[in-house]
């Protein structure tokens, strides 16, 4: 399941996501909404949509946020992937534990 915004919901995408068997949970942008509208019965079916889904991304969103509070991860200061790695799972673990 791809998990994304409206920035992600052109039908290029979608339909990207659709051939590899990929689930997408994307709010559509209001352009592809309007053109449907106004093309009327022959607009087709806007694409599924779960709501329940669609509340994960604020999860993942916020963890990050957290994380760029690091000064080392948010200029990446580190060299090396695997050094940058290293400090994610490291905030990762600590943003965990004040929880």
Not at 56 to 64: G, I, L, S
């Amino acid at each position: 399941m791809v998990l994304a915004d409206k920035a992600y919901s052109p039908r290029a995408i979608r339909d990207h996501l659709r051939r590899r068997g990929i689930r997408a949970v994307i709010h559509q942008s209001s352009g592809p909404m309007a053109s449907r509208k106004r093309r009327g019965r022959h607009g087709g079916r806007p694409p599924g949509f779960d709501k329940a889904a669609d509340r994960q991304p604020n999860t993942v969103e916020r963890c990050m946020n957290k994380a760029q509070e690091w000064r080392g991860l948010a200029t990446r200061y580190d060299k090396t992937a695997t050094i940058y790695q290293a400090g994610l799972h490291l905030a990762g673990i600590l943003i965990r534990a004040a929880r």
